[in-house]
């Protein structure tokens, strides 16, 4: 079986590294799966899911808050500023925080900073999608 080995890194630590079959992740031009042998590349990574398939074909989940993949000839290297394990987002909290940005934007007071409370909800949707696509993984038994 073929394996390449797999860095993510956050700005302050390395939080896995080990071989891998596959990572799946959202690039600036669409989704972009990497396996062994792939051809070297560098790009940017839109925030949302990073998907690794381990060798025994279980997959591990992350959310990403953007940031960029290199890929050579035998190693990934991806590096991110936030990085969370899927299982532990907060759908609650997540729910919240739109649901407050939400009611913010409506009131349309000239204190409320409206590009920072859409920014805001754009991200909790995103995570709210990692989360739904790591409870989709847990539900087909594929989970890590």
Not at 27 to 34: H, I, N, S, Y
Not at 70 to 98: F, P, R
Not at 126 to 139: A, E, I, P, W
């Amino acid at each position: 079986m073929n394996s390449i080995q797999c860095d993510i890194m956050s700005i302050d630590c390395l939080i896995f590294s080990k071989k891998i079959k596959q990572i799946t992740a959202i690039g600036t031009e669409g989704e972009l799966g990497v396996l062994s042998g792939h051809t070297p590349f560098i790009t940017q990574l839109n925030s949302g899911p990073l998907i690794i398939t381990h060798i025994n074909n279980k997959k591990e989940i992350f959310y990403l808050d953007g940031g960029l993949i290199e890929v050579e000839s035998n190693m990934i290297s991806c590096l991110s500023y936030s990085i969370i394990k899927a299982n532990e987002i907060n759908e609650y909290e997540l729910t919240k925080n739109i649901n407050e940005a939400k009611v913010l934007i409506k009131e349309k007071s000239s204190t409320i900073n409206y590009t920072r409370a859409i920014a805001d909800i754009s991200l909790a949707h995103s995570r709210l999608r990692t989360l739904k696509q790591f409870k989709t993984t847990l539900t087909n038994n594929a989970y890590h």
